[in-house]
């Protein structure tokens, strides 16, 4: 990868002191919130529990409404009638899920910050009319990758203006910043990746286990990057089967020493012996309690999740109540992909999977596979998406659940081979999930993509307390789609195709997307590091 040291960098400790903001009392299974009103006024229906272990967003109560968002704390004063804004979102139904406000306001802008949010008229140097449509904070994707040039604009497409990197960065952490700084149209950071640099660093074989030399080193290594800019470690035993507990335990006393979260692919993806979903969700949560670290669950109904998905959220549930700090992610669609020279294509992945050849397409393109092609296609360590491998009824499910959050898993990359989740995960909850079937309601869904992965990771990178919010001294932010058409397009033939209902994103004040077109001359992005 372009940017990466030739040789690995030194291992300095750096003490980082910050408080842990997440915490992990449960939220009744599949808890409903209250329908949200259209928005001619003020609608305010909802807002956050007043207990700070509890991530969902609860009921306001009996006869409480809100006149407007909540200022942030240190929002500075509020400026006077005759101020001239660099720009106004006029007309919209504002929706702040932080505050659960949701009604008819004007949105002044100056800079990159929000600077009022109230009746109009407010005076501006350019407007934008957001009359019947939805003004909402940009979507926070908590499970990316790299922002490479070409897929991280269907990322803007589908509203997102923060892109976590969140299963792991193929690289160190200063070339990874350096690679893409100034470089993206939206803000980007990542986890530092054990499954990629244990191979990368540590020469190990993904079923190789490291020595008790090399995890003091791979720790070191850890505090590091974390130091310079990771947020957390992402570890993926399922791809590296080798990981031993040790080698876990390792990582995380760094976690628990600077106050960051792991972020698990789990080790198994089924229900049946040998490797159940439910000895992996174990081993996440047993490492949580001894260690006291927070930690959450990557792409739960594809791993961890698949074929029990009931009896996997009612354990986490179990163990949130317990006290461990445990939240997930899912992303809206009933297949997965990955590329077949991974672990998970070892050994009987038909029995496990209930898949055949047939069910595995090529992402990227219209072929299914044969016996004969699939050696052929795995030789080349093609992506293939599993078509119909996670219940359609699972996705729901775990879409319902408060403190499952949304995220993408993917980045759409030249080759086109990738999952259509890469261009269309966050439009396809908004249109397939809350206005076609009401799985959830609106509110409960941009809170997903929005306030929860944004104090999910703000402890780790502060930045991330602006973000997610619609509320004056917040960062500008903001995506502005239309409910009656905002979807998705993307296939698994061509996943590079954009969302479409979205007509504005705005990344700290500029303007990626203008009236449904994308301009590629702007690059406000910026670097997302840890503190």
């Known amino acids: 990868m372009p940017g990466r040291p030739s040789t690995p960098p030194p291992h300095p400790r750096r003490q980082i002191l910050v408080a842990l903001g997440f915490g992990a009392a449960a939220t009744a299974l599949g808890r409903q919130l209250p329908e949200l009103s ?33 200022a942030l704390a240190d929002a500075g004063p509020e400026v006077g009638p005759d101020h001239v804004f660099d720009l106004v979102i006029a007309n919209g139904r504002v929706i702040d899920p932080a505050s659960g406000f949701d009604g008819v306001l004007d949105i002044g802008i100056d800079g990159g910050l929000i600077t ?6 407010m005076k501006a140097r350019e407007l934008i009319n957001a009359g019947g449509q939805v003004v909402a904070p940009g979507f926070i994707d908590i499970l990316s990758y790299e922002p490479n040039p070409f ?24 070339a990874f910043f350096d690679d893409f700084e100034g470089n993206t149209p939206v803000h980007f950071g990542g986890a530092f990746h054990q499954h990629f640099l244990r191979n990368e660093d540590l020469g190990l074989k993904p079923e190789e286990a490291p020595t008790p030399e090399l995890i003091t080193e ?9 130091g310079n800019g990771f947020a957390g470690v ?34 198994y993806s089924d229900p049946d012996p040998p490797g159940t979903s439910f000895e992996a969700i174990e081993e996440v949560l047993a490492l949580a309690e001894r260690t006291g670290i927070s930690v959450h669950i990557e792409h739960l109904a594809s791993t961890g999740g698949t074929f029990v998905m009931a009896e996997t959220i009612e354990r986490l549930e179990a163990a949130r109540s317990a006290g461990i700090d445990v939240t997930a992610d899912v992303y809206p669609y009933d297949f997965w992909a990955t590329t077949l020279a991974s672990y998970r294509f070892a050994g009987d992945w038909q029995g496990r999977y209930r898949l055949g050849y047939g069910d595995l397409q090529i992402a990227g393109t219209e072929e299914l596979l044969t016996e004969q092609s699939f050696l052929a296609a795995q030789a080349e360590n093609k992506l293939v998406a599993a078509l119909g491998s996670i219940p359609e009824e699972e996705v729901q ?13 993917a980045i759409a990359e030249e080759s086109l081979n990738n999952h259509p989740r890469a261009s269309g995960t966050f439009s396809r909850v908004l249109g397939r999930y809350v206005r076609d079937l009401g799985v959830l309601d609106l509110q409960s869904a941009l809170a997903k993509m929005t306030i929860q992965p944004a104090q999910r990771i ?54 990626v997307m203008n009236e449904g077109e994308l301009d590629r001359s702007v690059t406000p992005g910026r670097a997302l590091r840890s503190a």
């Open 458 to 511: 703000e402890a780790m990178i502060p930045a991330l307390a602006r973000k997610g919010r619609l509320q004056r001294g917040a960062d500008a932010d903001i995506v502005i789609f239309d409910p009656a058409t905002i979807g998705d397009r993307a296939t698994v033939a061509n996943p590079a195709l954009p969302s479409v209902g979205i007509s504005h994103v705005l990344v700290d004040g500029v303007r």
């Open 38 to 70: 259209r928005g001619d006024g003020v609608g305010g229906t909802t807002a956050p529990g007043t207990d700070q272990n509890d991530s969902s967003v609860s009921p306001v109560g009996d006869g409480e409404s809100l006149a407007a968002p909540p």
């Open 234 to 267: 992402a570890f993926s035993p399922e791809y590296s089967p080798g990981t031993s507990t040790e080698e876990l335990d390792g990582l995380a006393a760094v976690l628990a020493e600077l106050g960051h979260t792991a972020f698990f692919h789990v080790r």
């Open 151 to 174: 897929g991280i604009w269907f990322k803007a497409a589908d509203g997102v203006t923060t892109n976590l990197a969140m299963h792991g960065v193929n690289n160190y952490a200063n």
């Open 397 to 409: 499910l775990a879409l319902a659940t408060p403190w499952i959050f949304v995220g993408s898993d």
């Open 116 to 121: 009022a949010i109230a009746p109009p008229p």
């Open 218 to 226: 791979f720790s070191e290594l850890a505090r590091f990057n974390i």
